[in-house]
């Protein structure tokens, strides 16, 4: 092949891409202030309080150590102590920028104390210097992703190599070693507590969604009952009076012309209202009356089982699943009524196992479908729950609709087991749950 035509590797391309994405990253001045907690209310503003009293406590402190162990009584500890304490308050609203300041403040602080170092005390960074850098090093953690991390702690580790290779007094002793440890340590917890932030955030948006799921399925099974309740009486009725109107002139001898043209206005009136009552019911059944551009909206499938189980695991559960037999297409009653199973099985497995190890398994069988959802006792306290109950009842109506069977039930160990059994082949060729409403749970 010709060298001109050889397509690019792309494995320098992206890591180039990468790269540059990292220095857009850390030269960022975007602000981005740090999130309340979410619970309990009343500690919402705690991590801000927090990070008030620090900078006033290392501030005081940088300019307590200034003065007492190195013997300088410059008015411009003031202003270092300051900006020691304005950093760290700052890295409350844009962390990259607060945490250049307070390098760039480190490095005055270094330069300041140079001459004044005696035998053994700390150069580049003071004592209390790593400590006093790390709550930017953990604002930092807390909303970039690791790989940003990483890279801040490098360039402050870095910057203090530089400066101890180029300006080391004689008598100092290296604080590089502890400044690694401290900011490592910083970087681990910021990323530790920001991944708790990430999953509970997906857990919340699990819950809603499931909730509103749960609505919507509410609503449409109040409207397929009303439907029901308008087909079977008022569509009977109409039907009825259609008849008796086609039928009426056969029983009277010789009507006149003039009851003939009621007798078929009032027929053809009452069929109007049928085909009329026949669209505001299809309305009724519909999932989506308000999407007509959309009408045939694709139910869940199967297929998307690892979508579903990926979003459990991001709010916080270990899912295991494991699939036996021979996996192939099933009716779409089967693969929406499995897929409902499962996805309000694990949702009760967020709201009152959480911490637990839930393990989803389906085994294709020759004319069966087995489903079995289990998980281990949970690890820690279930918040309390707004939920009805219903879900177990909707999902053995669900199996009941196709001939199934489901069963629920505490485990030994403390977990629990929800097992169903699906039959593949349906009787005369039936495909129920292919309607438009589905069963409430």
Known sequence: ??????????????AGHALRGL??????????PLPPMARP????????????????????LTSVQLQDHYDIHDPSIVLLSLFTGFAIISALFRPIAAWWLGLLNAGFIAWVIRDHVGQGQAWPWTAIGPFSFAPLILLVALRVPPRVTIAVISVSVAAGAVAEGVFKPEKSRSSLLVALLVFGFAG???YALRAMRLARGQLVAQETLTEEERARRTLLEERSR????LHDVVAHHMSV??????VAPH???????????????????ALEALTELRRVLGVLRSERPDDPANPHHPQPTLAELDGLVDNVRGAGLEVTTETAGIRRPLTPGVELTAYRIVQEALSNCLRHAPGSRVEVGIAYGPRELHLCIANSAPTRVAAPSPGTGHGLLGMRERAGMLGGELAAGPRPDGGYEVSAVLPMDLPGGAVPGTEKTEKAS
């Open 1 to 14: 092949m010709n060298a001109q035509n050889a397509s690019p590797d792309p494995a320098p391309a992206a």
């Open 23 to 32: 220095v857009r990253e850390l030269f960022t001045l975007k602000k981005d």
């Open 41 to 60: 209310r009343w500690l919402a503003r705690l991590p801000h309080t927090l990070v008030v009293y620090a900078a006033v406590f290392f501030g005081s």
């Open 188 to 190: 681990l917890l910021g």
């Open 226 to 229: 009303i439907a029901r309740e």
């Open 241 to 246: 009076i259609s008849i008796q109107a086609q």
């Open 251 to 269: 029983l009277v001898e010789n009507p006149s012309q003039e009851l003939k043209e009621n007798l078929a206005g009032i027929r053809e009136n």
